[in-house]
């Protein structure tokens, strides 16, 4: 059984006191919950104070970023270690906006998703089409390609380090969402995809979600189709209720 993941990217939102506010309301309103793994993912500048607020209690704490070489003359960058040496579970790669704006490669995301595995980190590798693909009927070609390129030669020992979220570019932030069927059946691809490179045994057992324009009025749908595996959430987990509110979807 795939343990559903409800992760919040908080991106370059949320001063430290900001961010120990809401991880506080998370934490009393999340307090009972079980059947779903929580995970919020602040700022590098707010993950250790955040990490302290969390400790002892069920959620997790995840990184927007990282650099793949451990250590050096990298001015700017965080290597896996730096994250793991401050309680850091998870980590966000190829994030879409990361693509985008700081020109992010499939290569460099490949680089990125095996060191954090190697550094014990579970990584959350983000793919997805832009409107323009869509359009053309390049989804399927685009992200098969994504998930191809960024596993490439990976060794997985254990299914919960490795979750995979597609968000359709069109639908972050844009409060237009894919339809719960549409997620799903890119989802099963990228299921089959990953089964060729990772194996079977570790495909089946992988969690896949869904991103883009998650919200407490359409997760249910989302979290309906047994392909989806959870949610990675932007803008609304910036908000204590409507987060918990998505936790709490069933
Ligand atoms: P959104 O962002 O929920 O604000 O659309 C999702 C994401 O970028 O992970």
């Known amino acids: 059984m795939r343990k559903p993941l409800i992760m919040g990217n908080w ?132 992200v098969e390609e994504q998930v191809t390129n960024g596993l490439a030669g990976l060794e997985v020992s254990q299914a919960d380090k490795l979750v995979i979220a597609y968000e359709p570019v069109w639908a972050i932030g844009t409060g237009e969402n894919a339809t719960g069927q549409d997620a799903a059946e890119v989802i099963a691809m990228i299921r089959r995809v990953a089964a060729g490179i990772v194996g079977e045994e570790i495909a089946a057992e992988m969690r896949i979600l869904y991103g ?12 309906a189709q047994p392909e989806i595996d959870g949610a990675l959430v932007g803008g609304a987990s910036l908000d204590a209720s409507s987060f918990a509110q998505i936790v709490r979807y069933n």
């Open 11 to 142: 991106k370059m939102y949320k001063t430290v006191p900001e961010a120990v506010r809401l991880v506080k309301q998370l934490k009393v309103m999340l307090a009972d919950t079980v059947d779903v793994e929580i995970a919020v993912c602040p700022p590098f500048t707010a993950l250790q104070a955040v990490g302290e607020v969390i400790k002892g209690s069920a959620l997790k704490l995840g990184a927007q970023n990282l650099f793949w070489e451990k250590e050096g003359a990298y001015t700017g960058e965080i290597s896996p270690e730096m994250l793991t040496d401050i309680g850091v579970d998870y980590c966000i790669i190829g994030h879409s906006e990361r693509r985008a704006y700081f020109h992010e490669t499939d290569a460099d995301v490949n680089r990125k998703v095996k060191a954090a595995l190697a550094a014990g980190l579970g990584v959350v590798m983000c793919v997805g089409e832009t409107l323009e693909q869509r359009r053309a009927g390049l989804t399927q070609r685009v």
């Open 212 to 223: 883009g324009s998650v919200k407490p009025g359409n997760i249910k749908e989302f979290m």
